[in-house]
C-alpha cells in the first residue's frame, strides 16, 4: 500500500500547481483521499479531500474557489488543481486515504511534496 504525491515546487504569488497522489496496493474506488498541508511551526491542515464511489469533493474555506481536486480510475492518481497561490499556501503538501464512513481514519500517507510560493 503506497500513496506518492508529485507536481511541488516554486511558484510566484498568483500562480499556478497541480499536484498528483499515485496510489498503489489497494482498491483505489474503495477509499476517499484528502489532501492535507503542514508549513513549518503550523499544525497540520486538512485543505480537500474526494469520496470514495461517488467522488464527492469538499474544501477547507482557506483554499476554497482556488483549489480544485479530482481523480482519474484508470490512472489511480488523485490531482489537486492549485491556483492564484498566495506566500502562506507555502507548506509541504500530504495525500492520505481512508475507507468512508465517519469514524473512519486516514491510515496511509504519501511522503509529501514541498510547494513554495515566493511573494
Known amino acids: 500500500v503506497q500513496l506518492v504525491e508529485s507536481g511541488g515546487g516554486l511558484v510566484q504569488t498568483g500562480g499556478s500547481l497541480t499536484l498528483s497522489c499515485v496510489a498503489s496496493?489497494?482498491?483505489?474506488?474503495?477509499?476517499?483521499i484528502g489532501w492535507f498541508r503542514q508549513a513549518p511551526g503550523k499544525e497540520r491542515e486538512g485543505i480537500s479531500c474526494?469520496?470514495?464511489?461517488?467522488?464527492?469533493?469538499d474544501y477547507a474555506d482557506s483554499v476554497k474557489g482556488r483549489f480544485t481536486i479530482s481523480s482519474d480510475s484508470a490512472k489511480r492518481t488523485v490531482y489537486l488543481q492549485m491556483n492564484s497561490l498566495k506566500p502562506e499556501d507555502t507548506a509541504v503538501y500530504y495525500c492520505?486515504?481512508?475507507?468512508?464512513?465517519?469514524?473512519?481514519?486516514?491510515?496511509?500517507w504519501g511522503q509529501g511534496t514541498q510547494v513554495t510560493v515566493s511573494s
Open positions: 492520505a486515504r481512508k475507507r468512508p464512513g465517519y469514524l473512519s481514519l486516514y491510515d496511509t
Open positions: 474526494i469520496s470514495a464511489i461517488d467522488r464527492d469533493t
Open positions: 496496493g489497494f482498491r483505489f474506488d474503495d477509499y476517499a
